[in-house]
């Protein structure tokens, strides 16, 4: 396994599951790293996948259509799975300790993003991203889609 960086937390379970109560002041890092856990967070999506993920959330926070902060763009009604209903939750797989190295691989990626190195999606407008086409000029890895 790659070496996590000190600044990304240790991580043995998720630090917020559906079964506890989901914490408005949770970092950005963690909200990042959990939306990318959540979306992309399996042995078979790339690295590339889980930045496009990151690039879709920072890139709507950005874009005038969609709230200004990440906790309002990730709980936004009908995106992002449950977060509407539930507020920003670890999946309770991510509890699980065969889910250590992907929930690290997604806190790693997030502190990326945040420190300024993105993916090509990063600024163009690409806001999109589920199992089928939206908007255009759709980029097609690891099973989803990712539009403008």
């Known amino acids: 396994p790659e070496t996590i960086p000190e600044t990304v937390p240790e991580v043995t379970e998720a630090p917020t599951t559906a079964e506890t109560e989901p914490d408005e002041g949770m970092s950005e890092l963690e909200m990042l790293a959990c939306v990318i856990y959540q979306e992309a967070g399996g042995d078979e999506c790339t690295d590339l996948c889980r930045y496009y993920v990151g690039d879709v959330v920072l890139n709507r926070i950005m874009n005038d259509r969609f709230p200004d902060n990440m906790y309002d763009v990730l ?47 990063y ?4 806001v999109w991203q589920a199992s089928f086409i939206q908007g255009k000029d759709n980029i097609f890895l690891c099973g989803m889609y990712f539009g403008r």
């Open 75 to 121: 709980t936004q009604k009908y995106q992002y799975g449950r977060y509407y209903w539930t507020g920003i939750v670890w999946p309770s797989r991510a509890s699980n300790p065969n889910e250590a190295y992907a929930v690290e691989r997604a806190y790693r990626i997030a502190q990326d993003l945040l420190e300024g190195n993105h993916s090509e999606l």
């Open 123 to 126: 600024g163009q407008g690409y």
